[in-house]
T-cell receptor, first 117, second 113 residues
Framework: GAGVSQTPSNKVTEKGKYVELRCDPI?????LYWYRQSLGQGPEFLIY????????DSGLPNDRFFAVRPEGSVSTLKIQRTERGDSAVYLC???????????????FGPGTRLTVL | QQQVKQSPQSLIVQKGGISIINCAYE??????FPWYQQFPGKGPALLIA?????SEKKEGRFTISFNKSAKQFSLHIMDSQPGDSATYFC????????????FGSGTRLLVRP
């Protein structure tokens, strides 16, 4: 399909382990976003990429979280030394330009449900 | 100042009824207010959006009402259908960080047949 895809759909890991979550944005979209959605809450912004660079990583909760987008397309969110509190659905979104507002809709993927035991 | 407060947390409506979800914000720099619909196991999808220069926007059975002075906006779903059962999120973003969506906490809507 032409939408945003995320893999894996589910990830169960043990406390202290390292995980990588992958996002494939819509082809041609220069802007890519990661959000985190805890149970019963709205998505919370983590990081925004414009092309290959992280334009705003102010939402990353601490230095255990890191994201890359080396070729300006696929992005990987990396979490080191996972903690139980990291359990959530991690959503990726992409948009055409990153200019925001009504001219630049963010399209979301289905998310990766991360469970840290 | 970055919060968007949403109510109610859950809502049950009979088929054919009107569903109303309310949101309030503090940051006057917000200038774009979308509503997203999310089904279980899926990502949020844009439903309808409004800018503060208009007081109402209608698309089919969905209407956003916007009150700039009160810093409130609401989603009205007319003739609610069982297929509308989903979680609805209001959101906002603004000129200072136009790419960053600030979401409300969500409203779980159940439309009974």
């Amino acid at each position: 399909g032409a939408g945003v895809s995320q893999t894996p759909s589910n990830k169960v890991t043990e406390k202290g382990k390292y995980v990588e979550l992958r996002c494939d944005p819509i082809s041609g979209h220069t802007a890519l976003y990661w959000y985190r959605q805890s149970l019963g809450q709205g998505p919370e912004f983590l990081i925004y990429f414009q092309g290959t660079g992280a334009a705003d990583d102010s939402g990353l909760p601490n230095d255990r979280f890191f994201a890359v987008r080396p070729e300006g397309s696929v992005s990987t969110l990396k979490i080191q030394r996972t903690e139980r509190g990291d359990s959530a659905v991690y959503l990726c979104a992409s948009s055409f330009s990153g200019q925001g507002g009504g001219t630049d809709t963010q399209y979301f993927g289905p998310g990766t449900r991360l469970t840290v035991l | 100042q970055q919060q968007v407060k949403q109510s109610p947390q859950s809502l049950i409506v009979q088929k054919g009824g009107i569903s109303i979800i309310n949101c309030a914000y503090e940051n006057t720099a917000f200038d774009y207010f979308p509503w997203y619909q999310q089904f279980p196991g899926k990502g949020p999808a844009l439903l309808i959006a409004i800018r503060p220069d208009v007081s109402e926007k209608k698309e089919g059975r969905f209407t956003i009402s916007f009150n700039k002075s009160a810093k409130q906006f609401s989603l009205h779903i007319m003739d609610s259908q069982p297929g509308d059962s989903a979680t609805y999120f209001c959101a906002a973003n603004g000129m200072d960080s136009s790419y960053k969506l600030i979401f409300g906490s969500g409203t779980r809507l159940l439309v009974r047949p």
